[in-house]
């Protein structure tokens, strides 16, 4: 296999601009399948404890079940994806979902809905991994952290809506609505690939050697010191969102007193700050490059995330200062996440797809850490704010003890001039 040389056009910079937003509509499409998947649910796991007859803390761990789903399917459906092309993974990997959805619709108690949560994470990460795959097979360098940040706008409507559609569900329905909604969502995931989305990864770049060649590059991905430091900060960064997805339904409902449609239209408004901060990264990388956007944006978050935990723990100023200190972290999340791919997924533009399935995997497996330890804690709101807190915190620190942003600096690998890149 040969990846373009240093400096080389890349496909995706003979595109045009309306080709370039179909390509970002198909991509945000495929991407929309896994926050939906954890999102649209979050209303009803207070009735879902109820009904099943369990506690918050077991109901969260069917969350978790999708999180560890999302990080080992990524870790398999990544290197498959170098060695066979995109298409076909994608394509299994929606049949799963689907299947899956389907079943979590019927399952009679908590642990059945967890191992079903599993399986459909599984079938999601088909979409997650493949959707960033073809990105880099397309772009590289800031052009790639530009076009992450206006897919991100597009994908960035899924966690806004999830919960919003999910709580006017269960307005009609029951809890098992909404996962037969998922599998319809599924359904026109499988159209969108078999017919809006073509093969990125020509024969002459796919990998060769099966597991063999598969493990030599996993362990040439964990002995590049900054790119492992990058795929941790995602990772933690990642996990004060999974905090508050976690945790939010339970502190929002039951301790602040919100109802379900309340809740899914608070949750809704704190993603607008995220998205609102991916587009302005944008701008921002006409001007900066995108390690330095990522060391602002870590400690701009870590700020709000300490503030959080301070409101949480005195009170102060109740609810709407509680959610502007959220919303708050989300932006500086929605800063972070789009350049810390972009700075590590440019070091490995040889193997997109296996670097991209480690950073995706690891991104849900600390979320998947990270969501049951709220209701560890308490699921009240010192113990979300605590790890949320912790997640921005423990990012910054990585960053410059491990990733030392300062050695970055110098010009990209695989980056193209910026003349071509910005746009």
């Known amino acids: 296999m040969s ?12 595109m045009s601009p309306r080709q370039r937003v179909r390509l970002i509509l198909v991509l945000g499409s495929l991407i929309a399948v896994g926050p939906l998947t954890i999102d649209m649910y979050l209303p009803a796991l207070p009735a879902i404890a109820e009904d099943l007859g369990t506690s918050s803390a077991a109901v969260q761990l069917t969350l978790t079940g999708t999180l560890v789903g999302l990080a080992l ?3 398999l459906i990544g290197p498959l994806s170098d060695a066979v092309g995109r298409r076909t993974p994608l394509i299994a990997g929606t049949a799963l979902h689907i299947v899956a959805s389907v079943l979590c619709a019927l399952a009679p108690n908590v642990a059945v809905l967890g191992a079903l949560r599993v ?3 599984l079938g999601a990460a088909a979409a997650a991994v493949i959707a960033m795959a073809v990105v880099r097979d397309l772009f590289s360098g800031r052009a ?15 966690p806004v809506l999830a919960p919003t559609l999910g709580s006017e569900l269960l307005r009609w329905t029951r809890w098992q609505g909404v996962f037969a909604a998922l599998a319809v969502f599924g359904v026109l995931l499988m159209l969108v690939a078999v017919f809006g989305l073509r093969e990125t990864l020509p024969p002459a770049r796919r990998q060769r050697g099966g597991v063999v060649s598969t493990a030599r590059l996993y362990r ?5 010191r900054p790119f492992v430091g990058l795929v941790l900060v995602a990772g ?8 508050y997805v976690s945790g939010s339904s339970f502190v929002l409902q039951e301790q602040y007193g919100l109802d379900e449609q309340q809740f899914g239209f608070a949750f809704g408004a704190g993603s607008i700050g995220l998205i609102a901060a991916t587009q302005a990264n944008v701008r921002l990388l006409r001007r900066y490059p995108p390690q330095r956007i990522l060391a602002g944006a870590l400690l701009a978050g870590t ?15 109740g609810l709407p200062a509680l959610l502007a200190a959220l919303w708050a972290v989300l932006a500086a999340a929605g800063l972070a996440l789009p350049n810390a791919p972009a700075v590590a997924l440019t ?21 998947a850490v990270a969501a049951p330890m709220v209701g560890v804690l308490g699921n009240g709101a010192v113990a979300m704010s605590l790890v949320v807190a912790g997640g921005m915190a423990s990012a910054l620190v990585v960053l410059h003890l491990v990733v030392r942003p300062r050695q970055l600096d110098a010009p990209e690998p695989d980056a193209k001039p910026l003349a071509v890149a910005v746009h």
């Open 119 to 121: 399986l459909q994470g």
């Open 220 to 224: 040439s991905l964990l002995h590049d």
């Open 3 to 14: 990846a373009p040389p240093p400096g080389a056009l890349m496909p995706g910079d003979l």
């Open 144 to 158: 790639f952290a530009q076009v992450l940040s206006r897919l991100l706008l597009v994908m960035g409507a899924a």
């Open 303 to 317: 700020v709000a995330g300490l503030v959080l935990l301070g409101l949480a723990t005195t009170g102060l100023g």
């Open 236 to 243: 933690l960064a990642m996990s004060s969102i999974f905090a």
């Open 347 to 367: 070091r490995h533009g040889e193997a997109a797809g296996t670097a991209s399935a480690l950073l995706g995997s690891v991104q849900f497996g600390v979320g």
């Open 73 to 75: 399917g990524q870790l």
